[in-house]
């Protein structure tokens, strides 16, 4: 009587985990959200516009003034030319942006590439859509993905490619190289690629995020997805953006007016005027976000855990064996958050298949206090996970 794909899910290892923390009192590293409550004009701006603005249904494909403003911001930080009119649609989060893509764009049967590990909601919603996860796994300590590994992954019937980049989970920002060498194979097979690029303000270390949009042969085979809620450290407005050519488009906007059909307009209207004048904002949150990684890397490197490098996202890992840590991550975690008091996620639930155990994910958007003591009391259940395993 119940769908298997969905009936088949277990609980998210996110909920799961901060489930955990809230019942036992832990400090959350694991969910990606911000201690921050964002930028005061632009929820300012909201206030003002649920009180004095209009509350009614706005356009199924957003606000004229937010699409305007998407569409001059992406020209002006990333040398994109969207029409506004034509290729920029609003909708209720990127997670609904890419329930759109795959709704809107998979037949029965075509292979979609995907790289893992993943954002948990690809898959259950690719299968629904009637498509074939083709998975390429990635490995630390750089996630990187090679020649070899896309000629295995794609083949005549690869109809879809999805990309994250800056990557959830491992805070890799991928390098021009690897770019083009996925472009080059998007023309060849005639694969129109969903760009998952919902950190790309939350860059550091002089990495420079580049929309694949913007490579040849890209502009009309790409959907690039962003996220008003990650630009503003604001999780729980659930604002974002497709932009893709006019004819993706046109397939899109037929699957967002039967999945939400619209957004709250006051959010709306408040992530345009943030767009159009929040320039200190986008300038000074990631600085900010910077000193909280190297703040973190800095507390696990003096109580001799091993980290990996990350250039964008909340996001920070670190390796367990190499930290001398012989639990896998997903038992280290639920010691970590029910004995000594911190709840982080382990990397292997990002896979479906040969899964890398050996790797926690941890988030560094919190105050420092918070990074403090979570950093001591990581340290306390390795020392448990040692006496235990000794």
């Known amino acids: 009587m119940v769908n298997s794909i969905y009936a088949a899910l277990p609980t998210t290892v996110f909920a799961e985990m901060s489930g955990l923390a809230a019942q036992l009192g832990a400090i959350n590293l694991g969910q990606g959200f911000p201690d921050d409550p964002g930028p005061e004009a632009v929820r300012a701006k909201a206030a003002d516009a649920v009180l004095n603005g209009y509350n009614q249904y ?20 990333q040398g994109l030319d969207l029409d506004w009119a034509g290729e920029v ?4 989060g990127a997670t609904e942006a890419l329930a759109v893509s795959f709704f809107g764009l998979i037949e ?49 019937r690869t109809r879809l490619v999805v990309l994250n980049n800056p990557m959830n989970p491992t805070g890799v920002v991928l390098p021009d190289e690897d770019l083009v060498l996925l472009a080059a194979f998007c023309v060849a097979h005639d694969a129109v690629v969903v760009c998952d690029e919902v950190w790309e303000k939350v860059v550091f270390s002089g990495a420079r995020h580049r929309p694949l949009m913007s490579y040849p042969g890209m502009r009309e085979r790409t959907v690039k997805i962003g996220s008003a809620g990650k630009m503003f450290g604001l999780t729980g407005w659930k604002v974002g953006y497709l932009c893709a050519a006019p004819a993706l488009t046109h397939a899109l906007t037929r699957a967002h007016q039967f999945l939400t059909f619209t957004t ?25 976000l910077e000193r909280s990684r190297d703040r973190m890397a800095e507390g696990l490197r003096r109580e001799g855990f091993s980290v990996l490098p990350a250039d964008g996202t909340y996001f920070l890992c670190m390796d367990l064996m190499a930290s001398g840590i012989e639990e896998g991550d997903r038992d280290f975690c ?16 990002f896979y479906e298949t040969e899964p890398v155990t050996g790797i926690v994910r941890l988030c560094f958007s919190k105050a420092d206090d918070t990074l403090d003591e979570g950093v001591r009391r990581l340290a306390r259940a390795r020392d448990l996970s040692r006496a235990t395993t000794a």
């Open 58 to 77: 706005p356009p199924m494909t957003g606000l004229p003034e937010l699409r305007q403003a998407v569409a001059a911001h992406y020209n002006a930080t």
């Open 89 to 92: 649609t609003i909708t209720s």
């Open 108 to 156: 029965p049967g075509d292979e979609v590439i995907v790289f893992q590990p993943f954002y948990d909601s690809y898959l259950p919603v690719i299968r629904r859509a009637g498509g074939v996860p083709r998975l390429v796994t990635l490995k630390p300590p750089h996630w990187r993905f090679d020649r070899a590994m896309l000629e295995a992954a794609f083949s005549a």
């Open 264 to 288: 709250p307009p006051n959010l709306q209207t408040a992530v345009a005027w943030g767009l159009e004048n929040a320039h200190d904002w986008f300038r000074e949150m990631p600085a900010g």
């Open 334 to 349: 639920l010691r970590a958050v029910k004995e000594a008091g911190v709840a982080a996620i382990p990397v292997s639930a």
